[in-house]
C-alpha cells in the first residue's frame, strides 16, 4: 500500500483499517493516524456501531470520471474493509455519509522498525505506533554515531545514506502531536535488511 506497510495481519492491523482520500491522505503524512467513524445521516443504512481504524494506504483520485469520485479532492473519504464497513453500515448501501474524528491509537506491544533497503540507502519501516501514530520526523543512530536524521521517502518509510553496518542501531520517533521517544538498542549490530523487523520494546 502507499504507506509501505507489509502484511497487514502480520503487523498487528488486520482489517481494522482504511484507505484515505487525497484530502485526508496529505501525501503519505497522515499514515499511521487513528480515527472513530461512524454511519451518520442515512437513517435507512447506517447501524448504530462506531468503529476505530488506523489509516494504512491510499483511496487514488480519479479525475475521468464525473460522478460517484469519493477520493477524489475535496471529498474526505475512508474506503474501509468490508469487515469493518458492515459494523457501521448495511452492505446493500455501498457509500454512506459518516461522522469521524481523530483519536488516539492503542496498539499492543512495542513500536516496530522493520529494515529494507541496502546498506547504503536504509530504509526503515516503523509501525505498531500508538499515540497520535503518525511519525513527524525520524532519527537512527548506530553505536558509534550521534543521532542523525531520517528523510521522509514515502508513506511511512524513512531514509538515510549513511551506512551503519556493524552497529546495534536506535530511534528516535517525534509524532504529529510532538510527543517524541527513543528507542535504543533496538537491533543487534548482526541486522539484515531484508525486511527483518524488531521490537522496540516501548510504545507511545
Not at 73 to 96: C, R
Not at 98 to 107: A, G, S
Not at 166 to 186: A, C, E, N, P, Y
Amino acid at each position: 500500500g502507499a504507506c509501505g506497510y507489509g502484511n497487514l495481519h502480520k503487523q498487528g492491523y488486520g482489517l481494522e483499517t482504511a484507505a484515505l482520500s487525497t484530502a485526508l491522505f496529505n501525501n503519505g503524512s497522515t499514515c499511521g493516524a487513528c480515527y472513530e467513524i461512524k454511519c451518520f445521516n442515512s437513517p435507512q443504512w447506517c447501524l448504530p456501531g462506531v468503529i476505530k481504524i488506523t489509516a494504512t494506504n491510499f483511496c487514488p483520485p480519479n479525475y475521468k470520471k464525473t460522478k460517484d469520485i469519493w477520493c477524489n479532492p475535496p471529498q474526505k473519504h475512508f474506503d474501509l474493509s468490508q469487515k469493518m464497513y458492515l459494523k457501521i453500515a448495511k452492505y446493500k448501501s455501498g457509500v454512506v455519509p459518516v461522522k469521524f474524528r481523530r483519536v488516539r491509537c492503542t496498539k499492543t506491544g512495542g513500536v516496530k522498525f522493520e529494515i529494507k533497503g541496502n546498506p547504503h540507502f536504509l530504509m526503515i519501516l516503523p509501525y505498531n505506533v500508538g499515540g497520535a501514530g503518525d511519525v513527524k520526523a525520524m532519527q537512527i543512530k548506530g553505536t558509534k554515531t550521534k543521532w542523525l536524521p531520517m528523510k521522509k521517502n514515502w508513506g511511512q518509510i524513512w531514509s538515510i545514506g549513511v551506512v551503519l553496518t556493524g552497529q546495534r542501531l536506535s530511534f528516535k520517533l517525534t509524532l504529529s502531536d510532538g510527543v517524541t521517544k527513543d528507542f535504543i538498542d533496538v537491533t543487534p549490530a548482526n541486522w539484515g535488511t531484508t525486511g527483518q523487523s524488531f521490537d522496540g520494546k516501548v510504545n507511545f
